[in-house]
């Protein structure tokens, strides 16, 4: 009987502790990271440094830059601070990072909600502090037209499905480099971003 209690206290001792171990917070993705560039308005998706996808997207149609109220995106490496919108419907609208129980359809006329997901981004350099704190975010977009140039008031804007898919990919923490150059030069890029890891 003594035997059995003791056996059944370090197996719930055990339990415990690789409960707490497993529980320490969440985990962070390391393994993928988007390139995003302005002057091609692309996004390439490496994974453990390979290219995996493109995107068509749409940066800010006032430029580059961090100042708050400036509406432009701003350049260099941030994170995927928070993910929002799973198990939405892609084409949900979101109002203050929250479904209003509204869908609409891509190119709907006279709308431009932010749709489908978002990946809220923080700042990890001085040329992008303020990126959490202005609601930078990589979000889905009805005006699918308007994807491939500058059309966005400083977030990074993706197709419904697009959105959905990379959402599915990438976890919290994976990097986001903001570019003006271009990604069509793949293996300098994949090796520069490969170093940052």
């Not at 502090?129 to 990589?138: D, E, G, K, M, P």
Request: charged content about 25%; overall charge positive.
């Amino acid at each position: 009987m003594k035997k059995g209690i003791t056996r059944l206290f370090f197996s719930l001792a055990g339990a415990f502790v690789l409960l707490a171990l497993n529980s320490c917070g969440p985990t962070v993705d390391k393994r993928n990271k988007m390139v995003v560039s302005v002057r091609d308005q692309k996004m390439l998706l490496l994974r453990d440094g390979k290219p995996v996808k493109s995107y068509k997207i749409s940066t800010s149609k006032f430029g580059v830059g961090d100042t708050p109220n400036s509406n432009r995106t701003p350049l260099g490496r941030m994170k995927v601070a928070k993910k929002i919108g799973s198990g939405q419907p892609a084409g949900a609208v979101f109002k203050s990072r929250r479904p209003t129980g509204e869908v609409i359809k891509p190119n709907a006329p006279g709308r431009d909600p932010i749709v489908s997901r978002i990946l809220w981004l923080t700042g990890t350099q001085s040329a992008n502090r303020n990126a959490f704190r202005r609601y930078i975010y990589i979000h889905g977009t009805p005006e699918h037209r308007r994807l491939g140039s500058p059309a966005s008031y400083g977030c990074i804007r993706m197709g419904y499905k697009d959105v959905v898919d990379l959402y599915k990919r990438v976890g919290t923490g994976a990097d986001v480099y903001v570019i003006r150059g271009s990604l069509k030069k793949t293996s300098a890029t994949q090796k520069k971003y490969t170093a940052a890891r």
